[in-house]
């Protein structure tokens, strides 16, 4: 929990960072990595649930409701870290992200309804439910994915 906070504190400084600096390029370039660093933590939360879902891994009500909540809070994480002119280093995030500002929100805000849904259906242990609410977080995730991230170079 400790280092989760810590994380999360991280991404905040360098949010703050990185709007008080974004004309300049060391700080743009380091905001851009914790942004992708915070999209691997998630990556990194989300696909063991997805092997649970699939049947690949045991199925443990506590634990997998623990991961949908350090989801959760990762969720939050990478959305203050998109600022202007931080599309560099290995960030693939396309100009659309502050050319549509509307629609990146409201796919934000999709994928973080998503992991709440998740998050709390985890809470049941009902395995129907909760590989429904993990099929939609997927698909929030690609429609995302499809609008606002690049290819990998």
């Known amino acids: 929990m400790m280092k989760l906070l810590s994380s999360t504190l991280l991404c905040a400084a360098l949010a703050c960072s990185a709007v008080s600096h974004a004309a300049d390029p060391a700080a743009t370039a380091a905001t851009a990595e914790a942004r992708v660093q915070a999209f691997k933590k998630m990556l990194?939360?989300?696909?063991?649930?997805?092997?649970?879902?699939?049947?690949?891994?045991?199925?443990?009500?506590?634990?997998?409701?623990?991961?949908?909540?350090?989801?959760q809070t990762l969720a939050r994480?990478?959305?203050p870290l998109f600022v202007p002119g931080s599309a560099v280093g290995k960030s693939r995030a396309k100009p659309e992200v502050w050319s549509q500002p509307d629609a990146f929100k409201k796919e934000q805000q999709g994928m973080i309804a998503a992991v709440d849904a998740l998050a709390s259906s985890?809470?049941?242990?009902?395995?129907?439910?909760?590989?429904?609410?993990?099929?939609?977080?997927a698909n929030t995730c690609k429609s995302c994915h499809d609008s606002f991230r690049s290819a990998p170079r």
């Open 122 to 137: 985890a809470q049941t242990g009902d395995m129907k439910d909760i590989r429904a609410k993990y099929a939609t977080l």
């Open 44 to 71: 990194r939360t989300f696909e063991p649930l997805g092997l649970v879902v699939r049947d690949r891994e045991p199925y443990r009500k506590e634990a997998f409701a623990e991961q949908a909540k350090t989801l």
């Open 77 to 79: 994480d990478p959305w």
